[in-house]
């Protein structure tokens, strides 16, 4: 390391970096014109560039099979970096939710769906029974009715209002 720095113009002195200058040259020569830049596999990265952009980058490049052990351990790893440098995952996964929490999270909404459900179903049978009742009871006295003013009940469906009519 020392000698490439003493190669490219050292770091003593104002002497010209020549590492630089050729870095410099082929930034232009290349078509970089947003700093900061950086390349993965030829390809540039412009603009905010992050840990997980240039992770998901450098992993990206590799075929299907052939990626290191570290783009799979780190790759849903909400820590990037740590992952990298540790070679583990501090609290796996940091934006998922768990299996478990999700079915009870599940069964918890399939159950109050169906408890009001349930409650609706209920209610709106209440409602028809009142609405069925008020018809009978509007009906009944047309029913009831003889040419003597005697009633005669030869309806059972007036019977039946009847007696349900105040429950």
């Given at each position: 390391i020392d000698q490439c720095i003493r190669d490219s113009g050292g770091t003593e002195g104002d002497v010209k970096n020549m590492f630089l200058d050729t870095e410099l040259e082929t930034q232009v020569k290349q078509g970089v014109v947003v700093l900061?830049?950086?390349?993965?596999?030829?390809?540039?990265l412009r603009g905010a560039l992050t840990v997980p952009n240039i992770f998901a980058a450098i992993c990206a490049g590799y075929l299907d099979g052939t990626e290191p052990d570290i783009c799979t351990l780190c790759e849903t790893c909400a820590d990037k970096s740590g992952c990298a440098q540790t070679g583990k995952c501090e609290g796996a996964g940091g934006d998922k939710v768990s299996f478990k929490t999700?079915?009870?999270?599940?069964?918890?909404?399939?159950?109050?769906?169906?408890?009001?459900?349930?409650?609706?179903?209920q209610r709106s049978q209440e409602?028809?029974?009142?609405?069925?009742?008020?018809?009978?009871?509007?009906?009944?006295?047309?029913?009831?009715?003889?040419?003597?003013?005697?009633?005669?009940?030869?309806?059972?469906?007036?019977?039946?209002?009847?007696?349900h009519m105040n429950t």
């Open positions: 900061p830049t950086a390349f993965v596999n030829t390809a540039a999700y079915i009870l999270s599940l069964i918890l909404v399939g159950g109050v769906l169906g408890g009001v459900g349930f409650l609706y179903y409602e028809m029974r009142d609405q069925v009742r008020g018809i009978l009871a509007e009906y009944m006295p047309l029913e009831d009715q003889e040419a003597n003013g005697h009633a005669q009940h030869l309806n059972p469906a007036v019977d039946f209002a009847r007696k």
